[in-house]
């Protein structure tokens, strides 16, 4: 009999798409959604959770701009209630996966050359979303040492409001659209990105922290141009701007791309490169 994946946080982008590819691969699932298990809520976990279960968690605060004035409920949900849900899943003998975000990363590497990031690389988030994600991954691996954070970049589905969905929908149009050029990560296919979850889940990977993003890395610039490319658009009506004439609340890190080599070698199948799951997605 298949283990029980139990997701926290069922009702968001990544939980939806996990609850549907879990029940997909033949597991029994029990979707939780913010209604009906609150991750400040210590009580509230605890009896979702059973001996043997396999927690992923993809509950989050995830409004990067908004967290700058709302440090307290980003940190609520993002370190508080990740800690709940690990010392959950510890008292209750069940595994746990935790999602966390390029953008515990600060992209400054001091001049040195940069390279993708490593999951034992110094982390420096430059964002209350990111400081709040961190202590979230400390406070999970402290409450247990044996669950897994899986640290992921630029999810995007390509549908509702993601940066690819608002790219096609731009690309139906006939104007010029600006998108910055200096930032640079790796964007990351949600379907992928449940896929490596599910793999985590499983119990036989040791590395606590693992990457997993697809491979390569590219800027919002490029990214868009591909969007436009594949549906058939003027990739030209794309065009670069440097990210001050975007200001916005939350600083982003200039480069955040996930080096997915120590998670390979841990046992985590490598996701495939960007490209190619932007073309799947559209
Ligand atoms: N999206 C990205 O590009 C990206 C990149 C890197 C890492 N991540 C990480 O990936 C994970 C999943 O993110 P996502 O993109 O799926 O975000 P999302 O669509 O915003 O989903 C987050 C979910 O968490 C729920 N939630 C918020 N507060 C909660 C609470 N107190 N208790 C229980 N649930 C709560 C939300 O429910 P309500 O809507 O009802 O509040 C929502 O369903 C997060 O850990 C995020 O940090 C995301």
Redesign the pocket.
Known sequence: MSQRIVI????????TVLAAQAAQCGHVVLSL???Q????DATSIERHIDADDAVIN?????KVDEAERDEDRAFA??AT?AENVAHACARAGAGLVH?????VFSGDFGGSERHPYEIDDETGPLSVYGRS?LAGEFAVLAAMPDAHIV?????FSGHGGDFVATMRRLAAGDGTVDVVADQVGTPTYVGDLVGALLEAADGTISEPVLHAANAGETSRFEQARAVFELVGADPERVRPVDSDRHPRPAPRPQYSALSAVRSTEAGLTPLRPWRDALAAAI
């Open positions: 926290i946080g069922a009702g968001g982008l990544v939980g959604t913010s209604a298990c609150d991750v400040t993809c509950a989050a605060y995830t949900v993002n209630g999602v966390s975000t390029d953008y994600k640290r992921t970049s630029w999810i």
